[in-house]
């Protein structure tokens, strides 16, 4: 049973473009939520987080909205760049669990 | 930055084999994960360690046992490897089982 979800595998924008990736999650015990940037030959590296008590976190072009009645969250990856092409992992975890939870990725290709 | 090193990163086996994947962080985190990440499943928790010694059980641990020798040092062992295994294996430490930081990963294939 997966926890967490990303319901596209793969995206496809233009650069100067938004990309809009989504996630959504099961456990509502879950408290905080990380964004994994992976590129290729790289293990992935933490880009963005944000913690169920915020609706919102920006950090430059990034951009996490979080919706916790709905138990779902987006990335959103404004004025994308080709150097922004790479796999991204939606991740979750609690208080009460000594793990993240990883979603399945989707992979981000922005065409110049 | 947080440092955790793979060993080998490429591997290749015959089914049945006996596999031993290593990793160390030189970071003096408590806990250290070994996942493996296929197509269509993103990662998954196969085993981890919050210290030496200890160890606790992920979500798809068939097949596959570890070891936490030191707090540097987290081990994967395949005694009988069979195709289903052939993944990318990562690595990683966490100070606090929130940020997460991964090795370069291992490709293993079981032909």
């Known amino acids: 049973q997966q926890q967490v979800r990303q319901s596209s595998q793969s995206l496809t924008v233009w650069e100067g473009e938004t990309a809009i990736l989504n996630c959504s999650y099961e456990n509502s015990a879950f408290d905080y939520f990380p964004w994994y940037q992976q590129f290729p030959g790289e293990g992935p590296a933490l880009l963005i987080a944000?913690?169920?008590?915020?609706d919102k976190k920006e950090d430059g072009r990034f951009t996490i909205f979080f919706n916790k009645r709905e138990k779902n969250l987006s990335l959103h990856i404004k004025d994308s760049q080709p150097g922004d092409s790479a796999t991204y992992f939606c991740?979750?975890?609690?208080?009460?669990?000594?793990?993240?939870?990883f979603g399945s990725g989707t992979k981000l290709t922005v065409e110049p | 930055e947080a440092a955790v090193t793979q060993s080998p990163r490429n591997k290749v086996t015959v089914t049945g084999g006996n596999v031993t994947l290593s990793c160390r962080q030189t970071?003096?985190?408590?806990?250290m994960y070994w996942y493996r990440q296929d197509t269509g499943h993103g990662l998954r928790l196969i085993h981890y360690?919050?210290?030496?010694?200890?160890?606790q059980i992920g979500d798809v641990p068939d097949g596959y046992k570890a070891t936490r020798t030191t707090q540097e040092d987290f081990f994967l062992l395949l005694e009988l490897a069979s195709p289903s295994q052939t993944s990318l294996y990562f690595c990683a430490s966490s100070p606090d089982r929130e940020e997460v930081f991964f090795g370069k990963g291992t490709r293993l294939t079981v032909v």
């Open positions: 944000i913690r169920s008590v915020s």
């Open positions: 991740a979750a975890s609690g208080s009460n669990y000594n793990v993240l939870y």
């Open positions: 360690s919050y210290g030496a010694g200890n160890l």
């Open positions: 970071n003096s985190h408590n806990y």
